[in-house]
C-alpha cells in the first residue's frame, strides 16, 4: 500500500507537468527508498506495470533522500501522497535574467499600473503566465522544445503560440514564433 501511495506520488506530478519535462533530464526525490531502483528493479506485478508504462518517455533519475534529513517529508506525504520535486534546466536562467532587470525596462508605467504583474521567488508572472524577457536566451529553448521536439511535433505557428501562450508570455510572442517557423 505504501509503495503504491509512493509511485502515484512520482507519477501523478510527472504526468501533470509533462510538458515541461519530455525531452529534459529531470530529477526525482523521494524519501521512499525502494522506489530509488525503480528503472532497474525486476517488475512483477501488473500495478508495477501499470505505473511503469507512464514514465516511460521521461529521462529522470531517482534520489533517495532520508527522512531524518527531510523535516518536512512526513506532513507533505500525508497531505500529498508523496515527496516529489520536479526541477526544469530553464527556470533558473530566467530567474538569473530577470534579476538584472527592474519591471520599468520591460513593462510601461500604465501596465505596471494594473497590477497584473507579481513577482514571485524570482520569477515574474504577467496575469499568472512566467514572463520571460525581451531578450532571453530562453526564448529559443521554448520555441525549440514547443516546435521542433516531440512534445510540438512541427504542427504550425498557430498551436504553438496557443501552448506557449498558455503557459508563458513575453512580449511580441507571435512575431517571435512566426519567426522562427
Given at each position: 500500500?505504501?509503495?503504491?501511495?509512493?509511485?502515484?506520488?512520482?507519477?501523478?506530478?510527472?504526468?501533470?507537468?509533462?510538458?515541461?519535462?519530455?525531452?529534459?533530464?529531470?530529477?526525482?526525490?523521494?524519501?521512499?527508498?525502494?522506489?530509488?531502483?525503480?528503472?532497474?528493479?525486476?517488475?512483477?506485478?501488473?500495478?508495477q506495470q501499470a505505473w511503469l508504462a507512464k514514465l516511460l518517455g521521461y529521462d529522470f533519475s531517482i534520489e533517495y533522500k532520508p527522512r531524518s534529513e527531510n523535516q518536512g517529508a512526513d506532513g507533505l506525504s500525508r497531505a500529498f501522497l508523496g515527496i516529489t520535486s520536479i526541477t526544469c534546466s530553464w527556470i533558473p536562467l530566467i530567474q538569473q535574467e530577470l534579476q538584472l532587470l527592474s519591471?520599468?525596462?520591460?513593462?510601461?508605467?500604465?501596465?505596471?499600473?494594473?497590477?497584473?504583474?507579481?513577482?514571485?521567488?524570482?520569477?515574474?508572472?504577467?496575469?499568472?503566465?512566467?514572463?520571460?524577457?525581451?531578450?532571453?536566451?530562453?526564448?529559443?529553448?521554448l520555441l525549440h522544445k514547443f516546435h521542433d521536439s516531440l512534445l510540438g511535433g512541427h504542427s504550425g505557428y498557430q498551436k504553438i503560440l496557443s501552448r506557449l501562450s498558455a503557459q508563458f508570455f513575453w512580449k511580441n510572442m507571435v512575431s517571435s514564433v512566426k519567426e522562427y517557423i
Open positions: 500500500m505504501a509503495y503504491a501511495r509512493e509511485m502515484q506520488a512520482i507519477v501523478t506530478p510527472i504526468t501533470k507537468f509533462r510538458h515541461y519535462l519530455l525531452g529534459q533530464k529531470s530529477t526525482i526525490r523521494t524519501d521512499h527508498k525502494s522506489l530509488k531502483e525503480l528503472q532497474a528493479q525486476v517488475i512483477q506485478t501488473p500495478e519591471p520599468i525596462d520591460e513593462f510601461s508605467e500604465a501596465e505596471l499600473k494594473t497590477g497584473k504583474l507579481t513577482i514571485k521567488k524570482g520569477l515574474w508572472f504577467w496575469k499568472d503566465k512566467l514572463f520571460i524577457p525581451a531578450k532571453s536566451t530562453v526564448k529559443q529553448q
